[in-house]
Nanobody, 126 residues
């Protein structure tokens, strides 16, 4: 059974940084892409970023490009989301996700991702 467990969320001031982690279990971690999505109250789910199975390809949502960085450590079965220059509009629940199938690239849409973590809250105070 595939499990994704996020951690690292919390309260931070505008301009601050946080690093989220997602620990995966239940299958060979290195064979699959992983993505991050977020959802704020009253808003639709938004693509944050994704990383290919090898780590060689990354992609980011427009609103976070240049501020957020995804990386993965296949030895630790963990993917990270480094968030810098945080803004109040980054406040949301952040989810780690992964598809059932193996991708050559990165899955950008929620429908491409079959497994979801429980989410971790990020709050950016103004």
């Amino acid at each position: 059974q595939v499990q994704l467990v996020e951690s690292g969320g919390g309260l931070v001031q505008t301009g601050g940084s946080l690093r989220l982690s997602c620990a995966a279990s239940g299958r060979t971690f290195s064979g699959y892409a992983l993505s991050w999505f977020r959802q704020a109250p009253g808003k639709e789910r938004e693509f944050v970023g994704a990383i290919s199975w090898s780590g060689g390809t990354t992609d980011y949502g427009t609103s976070v490009k240049g501020r957020f960085t995804i990386s993965r450590d296949n030895a630790l079965n963990t993917v990270y989301l480094q968030m810098n220059s945080l803004r109040p509009e980054d406040t949301a629940v952040y989810y780690c996700t992964s598809p059932k199938t193996q991708y050559a690239g990165v899955p950008r849409s929620p429908s491409e991702n079959d497994y979801w973590g429980q989410g971790t809250q990020v709050t950016v105070a103004s």
